[in-house]
């Protein structure tokens, strides 16, 4: 009876309950008369009031109902309140590393808590102890502080009373997954006959054939795109019809195979745009542009470096003018070509959304040959760098070469083009960028910037602005690939 009345004492604690009944023998609990009671506090009510938050979403009076003490009647041994100091001690060596025990060099280390060990002891604990600590100064009790408590009193129990401990976790029982049979009588009527004919029935050999490797690949893309302005006559702030049309062509030729890999590009572009003023023709050429580009790789030390022969071809299709109606350029003159051997670098990269890709090659030629020819006299050559009795000119030094296409979205690219190349006495530069917007599979807006640098110009004014040359288009069109 004196187990029951402190358990009376410390019934509105749980945790302190626990500790009185752990303190006795095993033959005291079994002792306890059916008709006695004792008061704690359920497990579920402390985690109910333990969560802050399921707490605070509780009216006041809810959580006195819920943290009144319960009545349990003890009827035999086996009806003791459930907790861990009810339970045998066993050996674990998991506890003593939590407890601050050094199981290498079998002693105690003081961590962060000096008293951890002295504390936490069923000597050391009176209930006025316990019930500050696990209700928190009077506040609801914390499923935390009682877990805690329960936890640091075993392992110190574990440590000063190793000659009692019995029990191991390797001498625990194990789960066992146990299976038994279980014979149903199916339904064993018509419809449950099986036609035993093989449901794959042998046939005569099938012809067999060999998918053949496609090591060439092509790409096509074209875009015709213009912009078109008409006015009355009367008009009452004047002005001129206008109508302006440009075209882009752009064809791929690649072939890969092991440790070969070519590449062929070839590029038009052709503007036009209405002048009704001009005394010859009544359109006039914005842009004309040839480009062949060749790059022929070996693969180098990894899978983005080739050893390669670069070479591009450079002219222009028609006869232009300038604005003063004088003849700049005739068919293929002139035409220039340069290249050499190098190195190319290329990386192609996608990313989680499926439209959206990036593709980087950078060829550089430390030795390359820059070779600029005119067929006729009847063009601008100062424009090139020639002499006026100079036909040709043939020049030495380095090249650069990049090309970047980002496809941003499944409707915006972007692609960008370098290409630097200096003979050691001239530099000359492009820079091109252009952004297409798709509309559908068919329509797209493009806009294009093309910078261009050339000290090689013959002219009297070697001035930055003056050897600046840009061409900037804004359109709307057609837009076909392959």
């Known amino acids: 009876m004196k187990t029951l009345s402190t358990l009376s ?16 023998s095993p033959a005291s609990i079994q002792e306890t008369p059916a008709s006695d009671t004792v008061t704690y506090i359920p497990h579920y009510a402390s985690r109910i009031l333990g969560d802050k938050e399921m707490a605070s979403s509780l009216p006041s009076r809810a959580q006195e109902i819920i943290g009144r003490p319960a009545v349990m009647v003890l009827g035999d041994s086996n009806d003791v309140p459930f907790s861990q100091l009810f339970t045998p001690l066993v050996f674990d060596m998991q506890m003593l590393n939590e407890t601050g025990l050094d199981t290498k060099g079998l002693r105690t280390v003081y961590q962060q808590d000096p008293y951890k060990l002295d504390s936490y002891s069923l000597d050391a604990y009176s209930q006025e102890l316990m019930a500050q600590e696990v209700f928190e100064k009077g506040k609801m009790p914390s499923l935390k502080n009682e877990v805690k408590i329960v936890r640091e009193v075993r392992s110190n129990a574990l440590q000063n009373n190793i000659g009692i401990v019995k029990l191991t976790s390797a001498m625990l029982p194990q789960d066992r997954l146990a299976s038994q049979f279980v014979s149903a009588t199916g339904y064993q009527g018509e419809l449950a006959i099986v036609n035993n004919a093989p449901l794959v029935q042998q046939t005569e050999d099938l012809e067999k054939k060999v998918i ?18 008409q006015m009355s006559d009367n008009w009452y702030k004047g002005g001129n019809n206008s109508l302006n049309l440009n075209m882009r062509n752009y064809f791929n030729l690649s072939y890969a195979k092991d440790n070969v890999k070519w590449v062929n590009e070839l590029e038009s572009k052709l503007g036009f745009f209405n002048s009704p003023n001009e ?23 990894n899978e983005r470096w080739y050893y390669t022969l670069d070479t591009q071809l450079r002219t222009q299709l028609l006869r232009n003018r300038n604005k003063d109606s004088v003849l700049v350029t005739q068919p293929f003159a002139p035409f220039i070509i340069d290249g050499g051997p190098g190195m190319k670098y290329e990386l192609e990269k996608k990313f989680n959304d499926p439209f959206k890709k990036l593709k980087f090659t950078a060829n550089f030629s430390p030795v390359a040959v820059t070779f600029i020819y005119t067929y006729t006299n009847d063009v601008d050559k100062a424009r090139i760098g020639l002499l006026p009795d100079e036909k040709h000119k043939l020049r030495l030094g380095s090249t650069v070469r990049m090309a970047l296409d980002f496809d941003l979205s499944q409707s915006v690219t972007w692609q960008s083009r370098v290409f630097y190349n200096t003979s050691f006495q001239h530099v000359e530069t492009e820079f091109e960028n252009t952004l297409n917007f798709s509309i559908n599979k068919y ?5 294009n910037l093309h910078l261009r640098f050339d000290d090689s110009v013959i002219t009297d004014d070697k001035s930055f602005k003056k050897l600046l040359q840009y061409n900037e288009l804004i359109s709307f069109g057609f837009t076909y690939k392959i």
């Open 9 to 24: 004492i410390a019934g509105v604690i749980g945790l302190a309950t626990a500790f009185s009944v752990s303190a006795q």
């Open 212 to 229: 053949e490797r496609v090591y060439w690949t092509t790409k096509f893309e074209s875009n015709i795109q213009f912009s078109q302005n």
């Open 279 to 301: 005394p010859i023709g009544k359109f006039k050429i914005s842009e004309d542009l040839f480009r062949i580009v060749s790059n022929f790789g070996l693969k180098a030390f």
């Open 443 to 447: 329509f797209s807006t493009r806009i």
